[in-house]
């Protein structure tokens, strides 16, 4: 097993690290696409090595998707939009290097119990996975969708944006590699030509956060001086790990979530991160301080979203399956080497599999030893004077709308559009982080519930499914009831 | 088990299904809206006028207006060199300069000098890293 | 708005002033050529063809060509807007498919577009049962329809995963008219989604592939997640064409045994339906005739030279190059075939 970590290997694997890194940082550039830019290269490199590769890319990229959400509030990556939730108000602050290191932190954390489960359980975890129907899978979405009342500041407000979110994805066509019929719904009479694919996820986010931002920045005459307005790290806001005592449940419970998450084919890696926060809320005993700063809110979203890298891989290897869109380009790099992944798959390849456990591992710790330090030049990043950074960001954006379907120039016009109706949308006190919520989750939670509707043709099919639905439906309950009651008491002291 | 939660769902027509379901929730939130902040929707308009009264017009509509025509001309310019990304590239750079001055509260020689740096080493430097080593199309 | 309306109308009028004398300069393909695919996912079979086509075409030409996976929508988009011969296309069945199937954002590609050469099969198309079915073949569905027992078939409507569905009902009318009601579709999406089905209990019957779920013919018989292999539906003379061991534990011998003739769906009561999933070009239908004579060409001789069929087969495809006339006379018929079963059936 040791002759498998060569030199090369590693040199891969932390290579691949890095660039990861840099993708998840620049908004708009995804884990998905470091991989797909760099999956060719994995041909000539080898199964194991253009493995090695590609996991680092992967870990990297879902973990540099915190440093925009914290220090620009624009979330890198969809998986890391409930960071800057938190996040983007610890910096504004001045408290951006210790959030970034909170964040860090918890995305090792999250990374090494998620491996720990995937060594571990992985073939039975599967075969618990393939025990969510659709009508399971359609209550936890549900269940994510339930943050959108927790996130709102008006609660009528927040729901309604929430709602449009979801009815915004809707537009185009019920696609059909979801399940859908493939026809065309809620398209405005003569855009077929651009909306007929509706608006692609990552060109509305960075819109709604990162063009809407400078636009309200423009709207106030771009005020002198840097992004956060106060860059002396403040004696009480050293970062220490002290900031993780008390916060061991949280960071258990929010790397399982996301591991599981992950594991459930189509439920989608911006689900897990949501589903973590949501949960961190509802269990947390100063609930009201979420979405102000709360260092437990960035902990639970970026153990979360690392907690997905072990968990995807749970499917992709002991069925085939993957997990999320990242691990789906993982199939391509076997299929390149003419290796079958399947239920078989483990047991046929050990050393391709104990290969891939150690290069998550080395990914881990070169994803932590290298952001850590490096930490101190990207909080930087908030010191460059807004009319450098403003342009040069738009300009990213632009890129990673692009880019990000391989050349379609309609998401770059989906961020301009969205940009402007972030910037209207918070004149008219609709709230942006339950619209994008719904707006992500929309799909899905349609897929599911009408396909459960379809298979069944009974509503009552979603309490009586099976146990894990009663399970569910109490989650559920319990946050809906944990936010009303949230909303009442802030009520009550104002 | 009760007829009452029975339905059956037409494939062809399942498309329309949650979409109605969701224009429905969200219009009787909108009424709820409308009753509750009745007082603040009679107050659009001055609202709205005091926003625009308020608001930085140059910064505010010029980056508008310049974002707006950066995007209109990338494709066009890069058609005259197809699949090269060079309507990125040739775009970016002023884009990136005129934002940049349109930000700027005061335009000393040394600052414009370093922006103008800025915006040719920047969108270079991307439009080599995904044009190269990426392998990325770019318009 | 009249500003901008007005450098618009500049920056297009420019635009054909430069690019005019570009085009006409140009011998053959451009030196910079992008290739939009049918598929959005750059780990999936088109993607794979693709990269191994255009890696060998730009190496002979001397030429860049980068995939761009943008789905088929968006591809043909793409493919409109260019005549130039800078952007090229490369799909499968799936064109005309989605066409015969009435799906949105399908033209018929044989009057809108011009179909080139084909490069490659993917001889995977296959349905499975679980490994507890009481279906042993396609032989015992068929008669359990005609009994008017109801087999549930999980597809992805709309397409290559619809037609071996398709095909199976026109089988049913074949042999017992009126049987063929009882085979219905459970419409699906992912590979993913039709297995979940299956092991939901919603399916009897799964469209899949040799690829995704050869391992799971290979499980324990506890296993739930077992399944059975019942028809695969490429010819045989393509599937005689796979390397001899096969994929997995399943050999090509393995394989013949689902395929026609051994398996037989009828077409028409004498000759067997078969299907194979082609790969190949589409262009702009005003596009210089002569870059297609360049890229058939060009085919003819990386065919030739032997290489990129070792690829093509290590990647369990089956090299399959016929240059652009032959290509479109057989994909019609092809086409022709396929639109008489959906025809067929089309009164159920």
Known sequence: MLELITPLFVLLIVGGTMVGIIFGSIPGMTATMAVAVCLPLTYSLGLENGLALLLGLYVGGISGGLVPAILLGIPGTPSSITTTLDGYPMAQKGEGERALKIGIVASLSGGLISLLVLYLFAPALADF???????????????????MAALSSDMLMGIFSGFLGIFIALIGTYDISDGGNGKYRLIPPGTEYWLDGGFSLLPVLIGLFGLAAILEQAELGVPKGHSASDLQVKERSKFSFSIFRGQGTNVVRSSLIGTFVGILPGVGGSAASILSYTNAKTFSKKPENFGKGEPAGIIASESGNNGLTGGALVPLLSLGIPGDSTTALL???????????????????????????IAMLIANIAMFAMMYFAIRYFAKVVTVAKHLLFPIILMMCVIGAYTINYGIMFDVWTLLIFGVFGWVATKLRLEIAPFIIGFILG?????????????????????????????????????????????????TSL | MNDLTKVSIDFERSHLVFPRLIALVLAILLVAIIIRDRQRILNAMPYWRGVFKDMDKTRFFGALGVTLLYFSLMVPVGNIWPNTGRGFLICSIPFVMLVGLLFMHERPIRSVMSLAIVSVVGPTFVWWLFTYPFFLTLP | M??????LLAAASATAFVSAPIAASADGLPRNVRMVIGSTSTGGDTYQNSAIVAEALSEHLGI????????????????????????????????????????????????????GPTVAINPGNAYLVPANSPYQSIDDILTAAEKGERVRVAIQPGGVSEIGFSALKNAAQVRAPGSEENIVAVNTGSQSDKNQAMWDDLA??????????????????????????????????????????????????????????????????????????????LFNPEMDPAIIDQIDSALTEIYAAGEIQERQKASF?????????????????????YADVIAAIAGN
């Open chain 1, 129 to 147: 996975a393939i025990k969510f129907s659709y009508v399971e899978k359609f209550l936890i979405i549900l269940f994510a969708l339930t943050v």
């Open chain 1, 331 to 357: 199939i391509g790099a076997f299929t390149l080497q003419g290796i079958q992944v399947g239920p078989l798959f483990i047991g046929n390849s050990p050393d391709t599999w104990n290969a891939m456990i």
């Open chain 1, 443 to 491: 799909p899905s939670a349609e897929v599911y519930f009408v396909k459960s509707l379809e298979s069944f043709g009974d509503l009552s099919i979603f309490v009586t499914k099976s146990w894990i639905s009663v399970v569910l439906w109490l989650l559920i309950i319990g946050s809906v009831a944990g936010s009303v009651m949230l909303s009442r008491k802030t009520k």
């Open chain 3, 2 to 7: 009249n500003f901008t309306r007005r450098t």
């Open chain 3, 64 to 115: 860049n060509i980068k995939v761009d996976a943008v789905g088929a929508s968006e591809a043909f988009k793409a493919l409109n807007r260019d005549s130039r011969g800078s952007t090229i296309m490369v799909f499968h069945d799936q064109s005309y498919l989605g066409n015969l199937y009435g799906r949105e954002g399908y033209d018929d590609p044989f009057a809108n577009y011009v179909v």
């Open chain 3, 204 to 281: 009897d019957v799964i469209n899949g592939s040799i690829q995704a779920n050869e391992q799971f013919t290979q499980l324990e018989d506890d296993d739930a997640k077992g399944m059975r292999f019942v028809w695969i539906t490429a010819r045989d003379t393509t599937l005689a064409q796979a390397p001899e061991a096969g994929m997995g534990n399943t050999t090509r011998d393995d394989m013949l045994a689902y395929a026609s003739p051994e398996t037989s769906v009828t077409l028409d009561g004498s000759a067997d339906f078969t299907f194979d999933k082609e790969f190949f070009f």
């Open chain 3, 317 to 337: 495809f089956i090299p399959n190059f016929l240059p652009s006339a032959e290509a479109n006379a057989h994909l019609t018929q092809k086409r022709d075939t």
